[in-house]
Structure formats: structure tokens, C-alpha cells
T-cell receptor
Framework: SQKIEQNSEALNIQEGKTATLTCNYTNYSPAYLQWYRQDPGRGPVFLLLIRENEKEKRKERLKVTFDTTLKQSLFHITASQPADSATYLCALAKSAGNKLTFGGGTRVLVKP | GAVVSQHPSWVICKSGTSVKIECRSLDFQATTMFWYRQFPKQSLMLMATSNEGSKATYEQGVEKDKFLINHASLTLSTLTVTSAHPEDSSFYIC????????????FGPGTRLLVL
């Protein structure tokens, strides 16, 4: 069956450092992968999308890599700030407009 | 742009009653809307896919007669939890896909349902 795994343990990191999150998947051939941020009691907020033929995407302090051979995506938050503290979800889709399958999310806590 | 709203934001009801949750795309037309459910400390689980003017497609294990979905227009989808029970208490979140940007789902703020 399709499986998407994110590190379930919370990531505690010092302000200013780079946070790196992992998303691994099996039995899946996604057309693209997305990363979302979710704060407690709120809906997810879209951050970045990377397609199967793309290796890396950047947006301000965020960077995403996508390795379809390893079936893995890495999500980096550089120069992390306490305001970056949240749960980060990866999600995969087989095609545009298709349903998303979410990973379990990784909670990030940035300490000042 | 691309704002999705949900109403109500939270609701408490008695067991056996029905609850309707609205999902609206405020500044775009949504060709497709999705309904998710999220239990505490868990990820989002897709319940159903809703296309305007057609019947919703439900995920395996989701009872279509219990979770009624109506997508009456390109900006509104509703989820009705019929004969709600305490185990239906959860965080319900909708998302919408715009026709001009089919790769991105825009999520609503969620609706917290507590069934007593």
C-alpha cells in the first residue's frame, strides 16, 4: 500500500540554525510533491510545490529537494526563527487537481 | 487571493443531531473541493472529493450516507454529518482547487466538531 513517512519526533532547533525535514514515500509515483505548514487548530497553508522532473525549489528561506530515485524529499528552513515553529506536512499527488495524500507531519520548535 | 472560508469554525451538538459545515472559495471558482478529517496529533485523512454538479467520490471506509456532500456551485460545498455520534468529533477541513491553478489546493481554516 502507499505510504508517506515523516519523522514523527518533534524537531527542536536553535534560532538561526537550519531545520531539515524528511519525507519518504513508497509504492507511489507522484507527479508532484507539496509542503504545507499547519499551526494548531488551523488549516494547512501551502508553502512549496516541486514536480517530479525538478530537483530543487526555493522560496525565501525555504528550500525543497525531490529525489524520485530515493523516493524522498527534504525540506529546509534556513535562518530559522521562533515564528517558524509549527507542524510541517508533506503531501503527494498523482496529477494536477488530484487528491493529496499527506504524511503524518513533523513538528518543529525553534527556540530563541 | 485564493481564500477559502469555512463556517462554522466550531460547533457543539448533541448525539443524534445533524451538523452542516460550509466551505466557500471567496475569490475564485473551485472546480474541485476536498473534505478532510483530522484527529488530534494525526495527519489529514481525505474523506471525499467533490466536483460541482456531480456526486462526490468517497474514500474507502467513509460512509456516504453519513457524510453527505453537496457541491451546488463553483464556490460552495457543504458537508453534513448526519446523526452525529461522539466518535465523529474531529477537525474537519476543506480545500479547493482553482481551475487556473490545478496543482495547488487552498485549505480552509477548519471546523472543530464536538458531539456530546
Amino acid at each position: 500500500s502507499q505510504k508517506i513517512e515523516q519523522n514523527s519526533e518533534a524537531l527542536n532547533i536553535q534560532e538561526g540554525k537550519t531545520a531539515t525535514l524528511t519525507c519518504n514515500y513508497t509504492n507511489y509515483s507522484p507527479a508532484y510533491l507539496q509542503w504545507y505548514r499547519q499551526d494548531p487548530g488551523r488549516g494547512p497553508v501551502f508553502l512549496l510545490l516541486i514536480r517530479e522532473n525538478e530537483k530543487e525549489k526555493r522560496k525565501e528561506r525555504l528550500k525543497v529537494t525531490f529525489d524520485t530515485t530515493l523516493k524522498q524529499s527534504l525540506f529546509h528552513i534556513t535562518a530559522s526563527q521562533p515564528a517558524d515553529s509549527a507542524t510541517y506536512l508533506c503531501a503527494l499527488a498523482k496529477s494536477a487537481g488530484n487528491k493529496l495524500t499527506f504524511g503524518g507531519g513533523t513538528r518543529v520548535l525553534v527556540k530563541p | 487571493g485564493a481564500v477559502v472560508s469555512q463556517h462554522p469554525s466550531w460547533v457543539i451538538c448533541k448525539s443524534g443531531t445533524s451538523v452542516k459545515i460550509e466551505c466557500r472559495s471567496l475569490d475564485f471558482q473551485a472546480t474541485t473541493m476536498f473534505w478532510y478529517r483530522q484527529f488530534p496529533k494525526q495527519s489529514l485523512m481525505l474523506m471525499a472529493t467533490s466536483n460541482e454538479g456531480s456526486k462526490a467520490t468517497y474514500e474507502q471506509g467513509v460512509e456516504k450516507d453519513k457524510f453527505l456532500i453537496n457541491h451546488a456551485s463553483l464556490t460552495l460545498s457543504t458537508l453534513t454529518v448526519t446523526s452525529a455520534h461522539p466518535e465523529d468529533s474531529s477537525f474537519y477541513i476543506c480545500s479547493a482547487v482553482a481551475g487556473h491553478d490545478p496543482e495547488t489546493q487552498y485549505f480552509g481554516p477548519g471546523t472543530r466538531l464536538l458531539v456530546l
